[in-house]
């Protein structure tokens, strides 16, 4: 496995135990994701260990990309509610990844700019994000035995800082804080990146960490 | 080339011409830009949400009801004059397309409805306006004219209002 993480000594300076345990819930949630992705592109996938870090709203946009006006490809996908609260998530594709993905898939050429995609592209998309959406929805359900069920997702293509806009404007129950997971996925020919937040309300945080590191997981925080 | 300060996320930024102010990549957030045209003194809020209702942080720049009245305070102290004071405002976009039900995703639209609660209460006309809809924008707000540059990346447009 190829970690690729170059200049990011934070990672492992800061080591976490709280980190590690969703890095591995991650895994298994992106595993599923690049096998489906796998079949949906007729190709060899690998993938790379997900790094997961926790992100503060106000700097989620930093993450994600170098300027928040960037353009970007967001397909956002909320959860039905179930009693370990709601878990909705937002997968991010930059510029580039945009363009691998949709040139393994579309026969013909592939517009320069986001802003020119059309229906077809889009649909095509969200349906890619769907996919690796859902599998990692169902991964974390058989972790946590919880049931939040996808709601049909939906994509916009903005700027990255206006996309993120929303999410940290949620709900109050919503924490504040996002579990950001980043993965790289290769083909012989493409490398596709995809930053993947789970938004976790508090109940669902509570789910989350009490399967990781049980009942006293906060005290580990 | 003037100076330009950015009001991020939940920031407050005041200046005097000839600076400019601006924020970058609205979506539902709105900015809200104050300006004493006589003392070209200008306030620029980058408001997070209506109220701090629930949420438990203190910033006092994130929430309408408490980013509103710090702003004008702080022109104040730069030398604005209370009587002088318009607002423009912009932004409150509905970036994705969701089945919630409840308004959870439709945080711009109560954004703009306090924003414009508040201004009211406050005494302060707003003269502009330029929100909703569903795409992302930059502002730059100039206070030497007054005029607030709307830019929206996607539509590979840019205007004054």
């Given at each position: ?58 700097e989620v946009s930093e ?159 | 080339?003037?100076?330009?300060l950015t009001a991020k ?93 409840g308004g959870v995703m ?56």
């Open positions: 496995m190829d970690l690729n993480i170059p200049n990011d000594d934070d990672l492992f300076k800061n080591f976490d135990p709280k980190i590690e345990a969703l890095q591995e819930l991650s895994n298994i949630g992106v595993g599923h994701a690049a096998t489906a992705l796998s079949q949906l592109l007729n190709r060899r996938v690998d993938m790379s260990i997900p790094r997961v870090r926790f992100v503060k709203i106000e993450y994600l990309s170098t300027s928040p006006e960037d353009v970007v490809a967001g397909i956002y996908q909320e959860t039905s509610e179930d009693e370990n609260g709601q878990l909705n998530l937002l997968l991010i594709f930059d510029y580039n990844s945009v363009h691998q993905l949709l040139q393994a898939l579309i026969s013909g050429s592939v517009p320069r700019n986001l802003e020119e995609l059309d229906d077809f592209a889009k649909s095509i998309l969200l349906e890619t994000g769907n996919i690796l959406l859902i599998h990692t929805i169902t991964a974390i359900n058989s972790f946590t035995e919880s049931r939040w069920f996808p709601h049909a997702p939906s994509l916009a293509i903005d700027m990255v800082g206006a996309l993120t806009d929303e999410l940290v404007t949620q709900d109050p129950s919503f924490l504040k804080e996002f579990i950001l997971v980043e993965v790289d996925v290769f083909t012989d020919q493409e490398k596709i990146k995809g930053d993947i937040l789970l938004l976790p309300d508090s109940k669902a945080m509570n789910a989350l960490m009490t399967t990781l590191y049980g009942e006293n997981w906060e005290a580990m925080v | 080339m003037s100076e330009v996320i939940g920031e407050i930024q005041v200046g005097k011409s000839p600076m400019k102010l601006q924020a970058l990549a609205l979506g539902s957030c709105v900015g809200v830009v104050l300006y004493d045209k006589i003392n070209k003194v200008g306030a620029l809020a980058h408001v997070l949400l209506p109220d701090e209702t629930n949420v438990g942080v203190h910033e006092p720049g994130k929430f309408a009801t408490k980013a509103i009245p710090e702003a004008l305070r702080r022109m104040e102290l730069k030398g604005a004059n209370r009587a002088n004071i318009i607002a423009k405002i912009a932004g409150g976009a509905k970036m994705f397309e969701t089945n919630s039900v439709d945080i711009g639209r109560r954004n703009i409805e306090a924003v414009i609660e508040i201004l009211k209460k406050e005494g302060i006309q707003l003269v502009a306006q330029d929100v909703g809809e569903n795409f992302g924008r930059t502002i730059i707000f100039d206070l030497e004219t007054g005029s607030l540059t709307i830019r929206q990346i996607m539509n590979r447009k840019e205007y004054k209002i």
